[in-house]
């Protein structure tokens, strides 16, 4: 198990950009696949993006391909998502996750979530 805390949310303009952070604690981290998600308000929570836990693969949400980075330094026990270009639809709580094997885009498959943090992109 490892306990996540997200952190770099904030208000921006529309095509600002962010970069939020995922602190991980716990000796298995670079043994567990990292996702992140976003849940706007009134709607059902999605996938964003997610990263090997090799830091090899990545995949994304087809809303944010082109935009979004997701990154992880196993040494530090972070993963990031740099958001360019955003937009007043990106508005969200972001929330990373964890899970032991590959890649998965599908929210049952992770074991351990974050708090969540705020994004607000003004128009």
């Known amino acids: 198990q490892v306990q996540l805390v997200e952190s770099g949310g904030g208000l921006v303009q529309a095509g600002g950009s962010l970069r939020l952070s995922c602190a991980a604690s716990g000796r298995t981290f670079s043994s567990r696949s990292m996702g992140w998600f976003r849940q706007a308000p009134g709607k059902e929570r999605e996938f964003v993006a997610a990263?090997?836990?090799?830091?090899?693969?990545?995949f994304y949400a087809d809303s944010v391909k082109g935009r979004f980075t997701i990154s992880r330094d196993n040494a530090k026990n972070t993963v990031l998502l740099q958001m360019d270009s955003l937009k007043p639809e990106d508005t969200a709580v972001y929330y990373c996750a964890a899970r032991v094997g590959i890649i998965s885009q599908q929210q049952s498959r992770y074991d351990d979530w974050g708090q969540g943090t705020q994004v607000t992109v003004s128009s």
């Open positions: 990263i090997h836990w090799s830091g090899t693969s990545t």
